[in-house]
């Protein structure tokens, strides 16, 4: 993987690049991701919510990378899991929670993937994501 992104950065030195990476160090190690954030410009990891961090790591996550990588954009990518003990009022409590932990450890932004669990989940009617937006507050 790492040799495919250098061959690119060194192709296209203009080109804005970017990956989504898996968040936690371990499986980004595993999986050859860690060696190409050197050569990207955003590095967007992706954080599967209430399953692989709990709430204190995503900002941890966040502070690291920006810590190691100062001269990156991080956007993360917070994907929201409807699990069985939650219900719509807790998981848009939670999702706000990271929504915050991400912001005030420096990232640049943030984005939700594969969020129609968390339509699903949020007991919105119609289940839209523009209906999400303002109970989340951001």
Known sequence: VESFVRTVRERFPNMILSADVFAGEGT??????????????????????GQELPLERVGQLVADLERRYENKTIIVL???WVLPFQTGANLISGLKSEIIAVKNNGAEG?????????????????????????KIGY
């Open 110 to 134: 943030y984005g939700l993937f594969t969020y129609e669990n968390l339509l699903l989940g949020a007991d919105l009617n119609p289940p839209t994501l523009r209906f999400l937006r303002p």
């Open 78 to 80: 917070l994907r929201g």
């Open 28 to 49: 980004r190690k595993g999986l050859g991701q860690e060696e190409i954030l050197q050569h990207l410009d955003m590095i967007m990891p992706m954080v599967y919510t």
